[in-house]
């Protein structure tokens, strides 16, 4: 398992975007899915989105489809997650992994290790 830093996070107001980074190291990353999951206050954590190593295909949740694009840059082993439409309910520290797909479209973290995340504060 590697090491993965979150950066990017803040507090921004609804309707607003934010642009978070993850910095990959320690495994061969152009080998791996990778995803973005999120846990809320009081929530488990969740799926968000997931892009395949070659970027053909992402995969999101329902609730961010449409407003959220994931996207990897595997020159520099990083993996983004541009939000769009902020709402309050978005509100989460964001953590990245290595991922794999479940049936029914969702991902689940491959490493059993996270990096520390990113906290997202959205405000209405």
């Known amino acids: 398992q590697g090491q993965l830093i979150e950066s990017g996070g803040g507090l921004v107001q609804t309707g607003e975007s934010l642009r978070l980074s993850c910095a990959a190291s320690?495994?061969?990353?152009?080998?791996?899915?990778m995803g973005w999951f999120r846990r809320a206050p009081g929530k488990q954590r969740e799926f968000v989105a997931a892009?395949?190593?070659?970027?053909?295909?992402?995969n999101y949740a329902d609730s961010v489809k449409g407003r959220f694009i994931i996207s990897r840059d595997n020159a520099k082993n990083a993996v983004y997650l541009q939000m769009n439409s902020l709402k309050p309910e978005d509100t989460a520290v964001y953590y990245c992994?290595?991922?794999?797909?479940?049936?029914?479209?969702?991902?689940?973290?491959?490493?059993?290790?996270w990096g520390q995340g990113t906290q997202v504060t959205v405000s209405s």
């Open positions: 992994n290595a991922a794999y797909p479940n049936t029914g479209g969702t991902y689940s973290p491959l490493f059993g290790a």
């Open positions: 892009v395949t190593y070659n970027s053909a295909t992402t």
């Open positions: 320690g495994f061969t990353f152009v080998d791996y899915t």
